[in-house]
């Protein structure tokens, strides 16, 4: 009886859990403020909006991670061999001149965005953050193809994009 009542237990708990892994982006998360290099306000929607028609890989990072730091090289290798991808970088650092010298020092090819409302505003919640850095493939009619990646070197970025 103990047996069978903790199945039961750790069914309900396996189940109650929310698996899904969305292929769009909520309302919230596309109308969430994003910074760019020069100051200016935009969202995520415009963003995919001026990308549309192109795959787009997402990175979102801090100057404080040092996982960020360590997977910038394989960021550059994809970007070698995905030259028609758009790399977007989305930052949640905590404040925007961290941010900006970042961008400076480590000199990426890509669009680069702040994420005014931070690790635990809209896109944070939304995109369930837990770690950096975060990858994220979104395919030319703005579908989420790759919700989750933790490592540039992840196989899943490299099948998401052929």
Same mark, same amino acid.
């Given at each position: 009886?103990?047996?069978s009542l903790l199945g039961l237990l750790i069914l309900l708990?396996?189940?109650?859990?929310?698996?899904?892994?969305?292929?769009?982006?909520?309302?919230?998360?596309?109308?969430?403020?994003?910074?760019t290099i020069s100051g200016n306000s935009t969202t995520l929607n415009q963003v995919l909006e001026a990308n549309k028609g192109k795959d787009i890989?997402?990175?979102?990072?801090?100057?404080?991670?040092?996982?960020?730091?360590?997977?910038?090289?394989?960021?550059?290798?994809?970007?070698?061999?995905?030259?028609?991808?758009q790399f977007i970088f989305l930052s949640v650092d905590r404040n925007a001149n961290a941010w900006k010298?970042?961008?400076?020092?480590?000199?990426l090819k890509g669009e680069h965005y702040y994420i005014a409302s931070g690790w635990d505003g809209v896109t944070g919640d939304f995109v369930r953050l837990n770690w950096i850095p975060r990858y994220m493939v979104i395919d030319k009619n703005g579908? =989420?193809?790759?919700?989750?990646?933790?490592?540039?070197?992840?196989?899943? =970025?490299k099948d998401a994009l052929l």
């Open positions: 009886m103990k047996r708990m396996v189940s109650s859990c929310n698996w899904e892994r969305p292929t769009e982006f909520s309302e919230g998360v596309l109308n969430d403020e994003l910074i890989l997402i990175d979102i990072w801090a100057t404080w991670c040092k996982d960020c730091m360590v997977g910038f090289p394989d960021v550059r290798d994809l970007q070698k061999q995905f030259p028609d991808v010298r970042g961008v400076e020092k480590y000199q579908k =989420i193809k790759l919700f989750k990646a933790t490592k540039a070197t992840d196989k899943r =970025i």
